[in-house]
T-cell receptor
Framework: EAGVAQSPRYKIIEKRQSVAFWCNPISGHATLYWYQQILGQGPKLLIQFQNNGVVDDSQLPKDRFSAERLKGVDSTLKIQPAKLEDSAVYLC?????????????FGEGSWLTVV | TQLLEQSPQFLSIQEGENLTVYCNSSSVFSSLQWYRQEPGEGPVLLVTVVTGGEVKKLKRLTFQFGDARKDSSLHITAAQPGDTGLYLCAGVLPSSGGSYIPTFGRGTSLIVHP
């Protein structure tokens, strides 16, 4: 079974530029998460989708971050304009559904450096 | 303020030693998970504990959920270099309602030297 796919794997941009990350969850998984992991910290949830609807985006900095999952499968996370403090690993994860019995599977992450 | 506090933050030990990692909170969780994250990879789920006082074993790893469901511990017996990684605990609050959103601690970075 293919895992959660993310791209690009690494990205270096200058501050105030924009960047987009793509995620393809495990086939059939209805729930998709985007997490931000800053070096030395645990992952912090940015947004959770159930199919193509947003379940929780309370910690998404909406002035610069946006995410969509238009067809309920792939998802993109965009940052515009980027700030230095956005340097982090952006992890996409998916599960069959939003219940505790469903294991969450993480991708390898997209590493962003803002200079 | 972190919802989950993990300790120690860093641990460097020799192969064969035992160790315990702690995950503490003032909040009550409906469930708590432990993950291991290796460099350049995403976190991988090790175990989920749900019942207060629950103990689960995974080979040389023993996980315990506190009676009050506010804390948890991970004990590794006879650590091996392959155990090296970042150990993360993540809790789900009862107030999450229909959504299942694990909140992560900062992690314990473990290095096991041969």
């Amino acid at each position: 079974e293919a895992g959660v796919a993310q791209s690009p794997r690494y990205k270096i941009i200058e501050k105030r530029q924009s960047v987009a990350f793509w995620c393809n969850p495990i086939s059939g998984h209805a729930t998709l998460y985007w997490y931000q992991q800053i070096l030395g910290q645990g992952p912090k949830l940015l947004i959770q989708f159930q199919n193509n609807g947003v379940v929780d985006d309370s910690q998404l900095p909406k002035d610069r971050f946006s995410a969509e999952r238009l067809k309920g499968v792939d998802s993109t996370l965009k940052i515009q304009p980027a700030k230095l403090e956005d340097s982090a690993v952006y992890l996409c994860a998916s599960s069959w559904g939003p219940n505790s019995g469903n294991t969450i599977y993480f991708g390898e992450g997209s590493w962003l450096t803002v200079v | 303020t972190q919802l989950l506090e993990q300790s120690p933050q860093f641990l460097s030990i020799q192969e064969g030693e035992n160790l315990t990692v702690y995950c503490n909170s003032s909040s009550v969780f409906s469930s708590l998970q432990w993950y291991r994250q290796e460099p350049g990879e995403g976190p991988v789920l090790l175990v989920t504990v749900v019942t207060g006082g629950e103990v689960k074993k995974l080979k040389r790893l023993t996980f315990q959920f506190g009676d009050a469901r506010k804390d948890s511990s991970l004990h590794i017996t006879a650590a091996q270099p392959g155990d090296t990684g970042l150990y993360l605990c993540a809790g789900v609050l009862p107030s999450s309602g229909g959504s299942y959103i694990p909140t992560f601690g900062r992690g314990t970075s473990l290095i096991v030297h041969p």
